[in-house]
């Protein structure tokens, strides 16, 4: 019995000690768990193939929804379902969807980004902040597991991309010259620029016709100023005198040498001394981050040599006065002076800008006193020739006008880029009456209005008849009008114009129609009534046979800066669409 027991236990050892079939073992104990992990391997690695695949469809729906912002949604769900991801729950800011195995989940947020470094990376985009230049897009969708299915739920995927576009166009608002009267521009002009100009009708037409690169003015501008500045935004950021402008526009390749001949012309000769903030004239956007010397892709920002310098000029002038006295030089008139002042567009708007939806351009507000008479001599009033002095003391308020980009649209390419601008003439109040001179030039107070004498009857230089009164008339009715310009529009520079419904007459002609006088006797001791009965046809003839020529004045000095009665002239020169891209 002890052999035997011994024997046992000797084999149990040798069997113990035996280790040729450990391998074996452990290969059977160990092949589940390294099957399992290969499992879990596999599905972690589909799973991060598919949330590549997911982001990269995320990427191109937020390229496409931002190159389609108007209609951001329906992009990106055709995106999705373009590239496989047919079944897709829209999911709204604020609320919470859960993705199933069949239905995905996206949600799309339209709002702003600014690519200003100086922002945080993760704040550069807010979400629904007018006006859109930018699209959020992000999407979650079940993963699948081959193997771990049996074991855990199926994770959510998640992703997310940013993309922006930013459509720009050029554009400007003002008045044009209809027809140009050469002694009122260059007395006006030099009331201005504070010296002596004398330029011709054809001078004067040049510098209508000549359009300036505003990109080369401010190489030039920069090289006059002697700055060493980096961009166009530099350079813009500093101030210059109208002669300054002129010079630097004098320089700018492409001009014809009339119009050449005439800016120097203008620079020689202006005396005002008075630096203009150059971000008051002209704003480049985001082209003004482009060093000097660069062009942008696809835009040209051009203006008119004429509005440019009637614009740098009414800058110039702040909210001083100028005082023309135009004397006999108005076809059938006996005098005339002139007053204007000229008022800061409201917030610094420049006239011309390069910008995204939203931008504004403004023209200045205008005041003009103007003082005009004539004097004849009356045989037809009875008692032998008399002689009539007529008086006729117009005051004219525009409003700044406005022009605001409202959409950029690329349907098939820059070829059908349509701009649309919604375009406002400047509210007009008009007064033939006395105005208080103290209040003229100070566009923060409503000027205040009096009786004016607008005719005196003299026999042998004796007077017998003073007669007063006054008049009123306003235009109304200033909405917008939205203009839309093509591609064939931008390319020839048209120029559209918007004005208002209730000018349906002459200015002038309004006033006197609806002039209310009141006859002076001087002591005579005759009949009020029967002079004015005769007397008010007699006025009111003579005033009505001076209204062309007046009305033309007002026309070409309003003109001349840049402003209209009742109407607004608006000029795109440049659009691009905006290449989308990702920016988080």
């Known amino acids: 019995m002890r052999d035997r027991a011994g024997g046992l236990i000797g084999v149990i050892r040798r069997l113990i000690a035996d280790r040729r079939g450990n391998f074996a073992v452990m290969t059977a104990l160990c092949t589940p768990v390294a099957l399992a992990l290969t499992a879990f391997a596999v599905d972690e690695g589909s799973l991060y193939n598919e949330r590549r695949a997911a982001q990269s469809i995320v990427d191109l729906a937020a390229i496409t929804a931002a190159a389609n912002i108007n209609n951001a949604q329906q992009a990106v ?17 604020g609320t919470t969807i859960a993705p199933t195995a069949t239905k995905a989940v996206v949600q799309v947020v339209p709002g702003r980004y600014s690519g200003v470094s100086s922002i945080a990376a993760g704040s550069r985009f807010e979400a629904g902040k007018l006006p859109y ?38 554009f400007s608002v003002g008045s044009r010259l209809a027809s140009v009267n050469g002694g009122i521009l260059n007395a006006l002009l030099g009331s201005l620029l504070g010296g002596n100009i ?22 030039a501008l920069a090289t006059q100023l002697h700055l060493t500045a980096a961009t166009y935004s530099d350079v813009l950021a ?5 002669g300054q402008i002129a010079t630097a526009m004098a320089n700018v390749p492409g001009l014809d040498r009339t119009a050449k001949l005439a800016l120097q012309t203008m620079a020689s000769s202006a005396t005002n001394t008075v630096k203009i903030p150059l971000s008051h004239l002209v704003d480049l956007g985001s082209v003004g981050s482009l060093g ?40 059938g008139l006996t005098s005339t002076t002139l007053q204007i002042a000229i008022g800061e567009p409201m ?18 507000q205008t005041r003009i006193k103007l003082n005009a008479s004539v004097t004849v001599g009356t045989p037809n009033l009875g008692g032998g020739i008399k002689l009539l002095a007529v008086n006729l003391p117009l005051n004219v308020e525009v409003a700044y006008a406005e022009a605001k980009l409202t959409d950029i649209s690329c349907a098939t390419g820059p070829s059908s880029i349509k701009v649309s601008i919604a375009a406002q003439p400047g509210v007009v109040e008009a007064h033939l009456a006395n105005s208080n001179a103290s209040g003229f030039a100070d566009f923060t107070q409503p000027q205040s209005f009096s009786n004016a004498d607008i005719a005196d009857l003299k026999l042998l230089l004796v007077p017998l008849l003073q007669v007063t009164g006054s008049s009123a008339f306003s235009v109304t009715n200033m909405a917008p009008t939205n203009l839309t310009f093509s591609s064939t529009d931008i390319a020839n520079k048209a120029i559209k114009t918007v004005s208002t419904k209730n000018l349906t007459q002459s200015l002038t002609t309004s006033l006197v129609n609806n002039l209310s006088l009141t006859v002076n006797a001087l002591g005579l001791g005759l009949d009020v009534t029967t002079l004015l009965s005769t007397v008010k046809p007699a006025v009111t003839t003579l005033l009505n046979g001076v209204t062309a020529p007046v009305d033309d004045l007002v026309h070409n ?9 009742g109407e607004a002239d608006v000029r795109v020169t440049g659009a691009v669409c905006g290449r989308s891209v990702l920016v988080q």
């Open 77 to 93: 769900l055709t995106t999705l379902s373009d590239n496989g991801i047919t079944s897709v729950a829209v999911e709204q800011q």
């Open 133 to 170: 230049n930018a699209v959020q897009v992000s999407l979650k969708k079940q993963g699948t597991l081959y193997f771990a299915a049996s074991m855990m739920a199926p994770p959510v995927i998640g992703t997310a991309a940013t993309a922006s576009a930013q459509p720009e166009a050029a």
């Open 198 to 219: 004398s330029l011709s009708v054809m001078d004067y037409n040049s510098l209508i016709s000549a359009d300036v690169d505003v990109l080369s003015f401010t190489d």
């Open 238 to 242: 500093s101030k210059a005198t109208v």
């Open 292 to 331: 000097l010397g660069q062009k942008p892709a696809g835009l040209s920002v051009d203006a008119s040599a004429m509005s440019m310098l009637s614009a740098a000029a009414a800058l110039a002038n702040g909210t001083n006065q100028v005082s023309v006295n135009l004397g006999a030089t108005i076809p």
């Open 347 to 364: 917030q610094n708007s420049p006239w011309l800008a390069v910008g995204e939806l939203g931008t504004v351009v403004r023209t200045a």
């Open 557 to 565: 000095v309003l003109a001349a800066l840049g402003v209209h009665v």
